[in-house]
């Protein structure tokens, strides 16, 4: 059998060489890989998996204070249950009060609190409360992993518009849930950034030595984290009612 002209061997080795290539192109630039000039971060990527490291007993009062600062604004803490899934902002009834909210004793109430919510609404499902899991939620809800995660990843600490939520699902599962905006470039002034990072706990209603937060970073052209969150209700609904959290851990 003759071997086929050079010309025809040529014309397959072009055609296969750009295929090859175009498939290279449209990949990266759908997952923003590392070495994509259009993806300016040079160690985070679109989506990934972030080992937190727990506050240890000595930290956890200033992860106390940080919790109660951030639900005091009365917009910044969000809660989504069964009977509730769509996020709505978490009530605390000293809300009403003039209280210095970084006080050691208001932040002590207010974590009491927190955890009487999360008994109630675990409750309500058919759950049992897992111990400490009080202390793993307030935990994360705190400044500390944000940084940790910006400082791992040489993300700029322009960290705008943070919200944090707490979820509980049909099946007792309790996760957090953090949106913000970030940045590549730091600008004096901004309100906003061109990406959205959000962050994912585990369950958190079980013992874990180290929980595991996955993480989505992407590009926006939102300025207003509620429009952000927002868009996420339907996959925060189906994650609550049907314990389907995948289309909300790659959203």
Request: aromatic content about 10%; hydrophobic content about 40%.
């Given at each position: 059998?003759?071997?086929?002209?050079?010309?025809?061997?040529?014309?397959?080795?072009?055609?296969?060489?750009?295929?090859?290539?175009?498939?290279?192109?449209?990949?990266?630039?759908?997952?923003?890989?590392?070495?994509?000039?259009?993806?300016?971060?040079?160690?985070?990527?679109p989506?990934?998996?972030?080992?937190?490291?727990?506050?240890?007993?000595?930290?956890?009062?200033e992860?106390?204070?940080?919790?109660?600062?951030?639900?005091?604004?009365?917009?910044?803490?969000?809660?989504?249950?069964?009977?509730?899934?769509?996020p709505?902002?978490?009530?605390?009834?000293?809300?009403?009060?003039?209280?210095?909210?970084?006080?050691?004793?208001?932040?002590?109430?207010m974590?009491?609190?927190?955890?009487?919510?999360?008994?109630?609404?675990?409750?309500?499902?058919?759950?049992a409360?897992?111990?400490?899991?009080?202390?793993?939620?307030?935990?994360?809800?705190?400044?500390?992993?944000a940084?940790?995660?910006?400082?791992?990843?040489?993300?700029?600490?322009?960290?705008?518009?943070?919200?944090?939520?707490?979820?509980?699902?049909?099946?007792?599962?309790?996760?957090?849930?953090?949106?913000?905006?970030?940045?590549?470039?730091?600008?004096?002034?901004?309100?906003?950034?061109?990406?959205?990072?959000?962050?994912?706990?585990?369950?958190?209603?079980?013992d874990?030595?180290?929980?595991?937060?996955?993480?989505?970073?992407?590009?926006?052209?939102?300025?207003q984290?509620?429009?952000?969150?927002?868009?996420?209700?339907?996959?925060?609904?189906?994650?609550?009612?049907?314990?389907?959290?995948?289309?909300?851990?790659?959203?």
């Amino acid at each position: 059998m003759s071997e086929p002209p050079q010309t025809v061997v040529v014309a397959l080795f072009i055609v296969a060489a750009t295929t090859y290539f175009i498939f290279r192109y449209y990949r990266t630039k759908e997952n923003g890989d590392v070495g994509d000039e259009s993806w300016p971060f040079p160690i985070l990527r679109p989506h990934g998996l972030f080992n937190h490291t727990r506050a240890e007993k000595s930290s956890l009062d200033e992860c106390k204070s940080d919790f109660c600062r951030i639900a005091w604004t009365m917009t910044d803490l969000l809660v989504t249950t069964p009977e509730a899934p769509i996020p709505e902002v978490w009530k605390y009834p000293g809300f009403g009060k003039k209280e210095d909210s970084a006080h050691k004793e208001v932040s002590e109430t207010m974590f009491q609190h927190l955890e009487d919510w999360l008994q109630k609404e675990i409750k309500q499902v058919g759950g049992a409360l897992s111990k400490g899991l009080g202390s793993r939620v307030v935990d994360l809800l705190s400044v500390s992993p944000a940084v940790t995660f910006a400082m791992e990843h040489k993300i700029p600490l322009q960290i705008l518009q943070s919200k944090y939520m707490v979820a509980v699902s049909k099946k007792a599962e309790v996760r957090v849930i953090w949106f913000a905006f970030i940045t590549d470039k730091v600008k004096v002034g901004a309100k906003s950034g061109p990406f959205v990072l959000k962050l994912l706990s585990t369950n958190l209603n079980e013992d874990q030595s180290e929980p595991m937060l996955s993480y989505t970073a992407t590009r926006t052209k939102e300025t207003q984290m509620c429009a952000v969150t927002a868009q996420a209700t339907d996959a925060i609904r189906t994650a609550i009612l049907d314990d389907d959290w995948d289309t909300l851990e790659l959203l």
